[in-house]
């Protein structure tokens, strides 16, 4: 799954939770630097524009974490979901009105200055088919499944195991239990899948079970994007 930098996965999560009032805006700003360093959405720096946004009527923040052929969480217009699908990751802020799309990418200002720019985009309306908490936890159940069965009889280099301390997979205060669970979960497989696809598996062993790691795949992003809106969900039941 792309991309490493979990910039949004962070703001969606950290975002809900300043919105829910689980916690301070500094506090929530804070961690979606250290996930990417220093931040500006457009040109304004990261507090300043969610504060603007809350006083535009931001409601909550949204989750995207496309592949080519599965947008997920995407729903237009063309320009936006071919910059999120770039980088493989979008944060969605839903307002009364509107919505915006935020694709993060480098900021480069000087030779010492590295941080994240949010490139700003129209949204279309919020999808409503991804799944639920509980649904995504099911599904990624079954791809784990699927996986561990096709991959068992892979002769294929041995791999340390992704040690687990990479940032990233950590939701804020206010998410339930089985978010946390879910989420953690998700992340260390995407840690897994990216071993398997960058040096755990020859090409031929990868194209003989590229099905079970596509599914893999699949089930691991949505399983995120799940996690990241269940802080909402009790509301939208």
């Known amino acids: ?4 930098s979990p910039v ?3 703001l969606v999560a950290w975002g809900n939770a300043w919105l829910a009032g689980h916690v301070g805006l500094d506090e929530a700003a804070d961690h979606v630097e250290a996930a990417g360093g220093p931040a500006v959405a457009g040109d304004v720096p990261l507090r300043k524009y969610l504060a603007n946004l809350r006083v535009g009527g931001l409601t909550e923040l949204r989750l995207a974490l496309p592949a080519p052929g599965d947008p997920l969480g995407l729903s237009g217009p063309a320009t936006f979901n071919s910059a999120a699908v770039d980088v493989g990751q979008a944060a969605i802020a839903v307002l009364g009105d509107r919505n915006v799309g935020l694709v993060p990418g480098p900021d480069r200002r000087g030779s010492s200055y590295v941080g994240v720019r949010l490139e700003l985009h129209d949204s279309g309306p919020v999808r409503h088919d991804l799944p639920s908490l509980a ?3 099911r599904e990624l159940s079954d791809a784990i499944r699927s996986a561990t ?4 009889s892979v002769d294929g280099p041995v791999q340390a195991r992704p040690n687990g301390g990479g940032r990233g997979g950590e939701l804020a205060p206010g998410y339930p239990a089985r978010a946390h669970r879910v ?3 998700a992340t260390r497989l995407a840690a897994v899948l ?3 696809y960058e040096r755990g598996l020859t090409s031929g062993q990868i194209a003989a079970r590229d ?3 596509r599914e893999l795949d699949r089930a691991v992003r949505r399983a995120l994007v799940a996690a990241h809106h269940a802080i909402f969900e009790p509301v939208r039941s």
């Open 194 to 196: 990216r071993l398997t």
């Open 149 to 152: 069965e096709a991959l068992t």
């Open 1 to 4: 799954m792309r991309p490493e």
């Open 211 to 213: 099905t079970a790691l």
């Open 8 to 10: 949004c996965p962070s």
């Open 183 to 185: 989420s953690a979960l």
């Open 135 to 137: 649904e995504a936890e």
